[in-house]
């Protein structure tokens, strides 16, 4: 029988801790309760994609924005909404946990904000010590990392230079928290952050997880 599966009359209680545990991995992919949809920091409705945001100057910080993660899912990509002239500076961006513990990133290389007023996905590259999956502080080559929920985590972007309109933020007041976070060179991101716990306008990137 293989291992992480019941046959038929089986009893659960009957089983070895084992038989469950090495159910966790299926063909190289994390195995964990919930869904695969996205999930966004504000809501994303049938809007214009150039009208969502403010058009916002690029500058080299951490524009940071919490996301609620409603359940257990894997995560691959990490997408961003540009701004009206998004076409000269790239982008990178990390998940922090609640505690403000860095848990992944895409290539720290960043990618060229392409096309303006479109969603641009990067997929993740590297784990960190707060994901589970490495002790290296410089982090671990990966391709997707498993977040929990119901639970708060928090986005960061990053940017490569101070393109005017090079990406779109939440101009309003959200139920959301959003603060920018000094980090002068871009492609150096903290292991830690303080994660903000107040709305400021214009600070958040307008993110989702996929």
Known sequence: MALGYLQQRQK???QTEDNFVAGIGVN???NVAGGQLICSNIPIGS???????TNTTDIVQL???????????IVKNISILSGGTATTDNWLAAIYDSYGRL???T????QLLATANTWQTQP???VYPASGLTASTAGLS???VQLYGPQQYFIAVQGSGTTAGALQTVPAPYQICASAITAATFGTIPATITPPTTFTAAKAPIVYLS
């Not at 524009?63 to 899912?73: A, E, F, G």
């Open 124 to 126: 993740l590259a590297l």
């Open 28 to 30: 190289g992919q994390l």
């Open 47 to 53: 809007v214009a994609l150039a009208s969502i945001g």
């Open 103 to 105: 848990i992944a990133s």
């Open 63 to 73: 524009w940071t924005t919490d996301i609620l993660v409603p359940y257990n899912r």
């Open 12 to 14: 659960v209680g009957n």
């Open 107 to 110: 290539a720290l290389a960043g």
């Open 142 to 144: 990966a391709t997707q």
